[in-house]
C-alpha cells in the first residue's frame, strides 16, 4: 500500500485466487482509491500478477512490478509504460526525491556453466543464491522502450543484508545513495553487512560506519546532512 503525496489517494494491492478449468492460482492486481468513498479500480489486469505499488514524489506516476520488471502507470492517461528489461527480476525498487530516477536491484544473469547445472538438477546446498546489484535508471532514458539500467555497484558484494534485504535509500538532493552491502545473500553472511555511500553521478563508492561491526539500514536526514 502507498499513499500519494495529497495524502487522498492510494495505490494497492489485492490477491485473488482465481478458479479456471484445470488451472487455479493466486494471482496480485494494483488497485486505485482516489479517496474516502471513492470505488477502488484496477489498474493492472491480464494474466500476469503485478504488486508493490509506490507512488512517484510528484504523484503524477505509479510505479509497480510485474513480470519481472519495473512497470509504470498514468493517472491522468491511463498510459501503461514498461520501465525495466533485465532478464533476470527486480527485487525491489526506490523513487529518487524529484521522481525522475528510479534506483532498484536486480541480480545478474547466469552465467552459461551455472545454467547448465541448473538445467541438469546439479544443486549444492548454500550456493546458488544470485547477488543482487544495485542499478539505476532515469525515466528520461526509457522514452524509446525499456533500458537495463545503470550498474552501479559491483559483483563482488550483494547489495541488501540477510536482516534488510531493500536496505539502500536515496539522499533528499538526488546526488547519492546509501545502502547496506554483504558478501552474499546467505543468511549465515550476516556478520559481514557494512554501509557504503555512492555519488550518483561518478559510480564512485566509500565505506561508512564501522569495518568491524554489522551496520544496515542507514537513512537520511531530511535536509541530507
Given amino acids: 500500500l502507498d499513499v500519494a503525496a495529497d495524502g487522498r489517494r492510494v495505490a494497492f494491492t489485492v490477491m485473488q485466487a482465481e478458479m479456471m478449468a484445470g488451472k487455479s492460482e493466486f494471482r496480485s492486481r494494483v488497485y486505485l482509491s482516489n479517496g474516502p468513498g471513492s470505488q477502488a479500480v484496477p489498474l493492472t489486469g491480464g494474466e500476469a500478477s503485478s504488486f508493490a505499488p509506490q507512488w512517484s514524489p510528484g504523484g503524477d506516476a505509479i510505479a509497480y512490478l ?36 528510479i534506483a532498484f536491484t536486480a541480480a545478474d544473469e547466469a552465467t552459461a556453466g551455472e545454467s547448465e547445472a541448473e538445467k541438469n538438477g546439479i544443486r549444492i546446498r548454500g550456493e546458488g543464491m544470485m547477488k543482487q546489484r544495485l542499478r539505476l535508471v532515469s ?21 541488501g543484508s540477510p536482516e534488510v534485504p531493500e536496505a539502500y535509500n536515496w539522499s533528499p538532493d538526488g546526488r547519492m545513495i546509501v545502502f547496506s552491502h554483504s558478501p552474499s545473500p546467505q543468511p549465515n553472511d550476516w556478520p559481514g553487512t557494512r554501509l557504503a555511500l555512492l555519488q550518483v553521478a561518478d559510480g564512485s563508492i566509500r565505506a561508512l560506519g564501522r569495518e568491524d561491526a554489522v551496520c544496515f539500514d542507514a537513512h537520511f536526514s531530511p535536509d541530507g546532512k
Fill in 66 to 101: 510485474s513480470q519481472r520488471n519495473i512497470w509504470l502507470y498514468l493517472p491522468e492517461t491511463g498510459k501503461v509504460q514498461q520501465v525495466t528489461a533485465v532478464p533476470t527480476s527486480v527485487s525491489s525498487f526506490k523513487w529518487s526525491a524529484d521522481g525522475s530516477m
Fill in 139 to 159: 525515466l528520461a532514458e526509457t522514452a524509446n522502450g525499456p533500458v537495463s539500467g545503470r550498474v552501479l555497484t559491483g559483483a563482488e558484494i550483494h547489495t
